[in-house]
């Protein structure tokens, strides 16, 4: 069976050598860039078949190379590996057509498997952030909701539910019983129209609360 043939683009050296060693055993990696310029010119020269690049690297970010090379003709598939969790950044990684998220955080086993899918044509994304990363894809036109005007708690348990926070760790964070936390939040979601957290959500990343 064919190998798949993979880039890895990170500017961490050391990290670069491990994924080498690692991701070796399984598949062909046939070159490391250590910056989004020299990643676009490695993929125009060694045609692989997906490209594992992280979003912060010198010369070009991942994200606007990324967007580039998603223009050539035949491009490979994208896989983001990355440290960020930011809910807007990961959104903006999907939409320049990657195929794949994985946290760094995640560890190898979960790469491979990210990899695995990807080459048969799915699309992977970190379980932590998987059903709202779907969410976020899968919507449709964005509903209007109703304009108001939130308190500065509200604003603040809202930021933290869409950093994925629970609801105990936001009443630990803010001080406040679990209880008063749940109440804060569908205080939130009645003044707004909000039927569910997806849409909070939403709402919170369209005001730039995240």
């Known amino acids: 069976m064919k190998r798949t043939r993979i880039l890895l683009a990170d500017d961490h050296l050391m990290l670069l050598d491990a994924l080498v060693s690692l991701l070796g055993q399984e598949f062909d990696v046939v070159g490391v860039a250590r910056d ?3 990643m676009l010119e490695m993929a ?8 594992v690049l992280d979003i912060s690297m010198p010369q070009l970010n ?4 990324a967007r580039i090379l998603r223009k050539e003709a035949n491009p490979p598939k994208i896989l983001f590996l990355s440290m960020y969790a930011d809910l807007p950044l990961v959104e903006e990684a999907f939409r320049t057509g990657a195929s794949g998220y994985v946290l760094k955080a995640g560890g190898t086993d979960e790469l491979v498997k990210a990899i695995q899918c990807i080459s048969r044509g799915g699309t992977y994304v970190t379980p932590f952030l998987g059903d709202l990363i779907s969410i976020l894809l899968t919507a449709g036109p964005q509903q209007k909701h109703r304009e108001a005007t939130l308190t500065s708690r509200q604003l603040e348990v809202l930021r933290l539910l869409a950093e994925g926070r629970t609801m105990k760790e936001i009443g630990q964070l803010l001080n406040i019983t679990t209880r008063t936390t749940e109440s804060h939040k569908y205080d939130i979601m009645r003044n707004l129209g909000l039927k ?3 849409e909070l959500i939403r709402y919170a990343i369209r005001i730039n609360l995240v």
Request: charged share 15%.
């Open 196 to 198: 569910n957290t997806a």
């Open 36 to 38: 989004g310029s020299a």
């Open 44 to 51: 125009g020269r060694l045609h692989p078949d997906i490209v």
């Open 62 to 65: 991942g994200i606007d190379a």
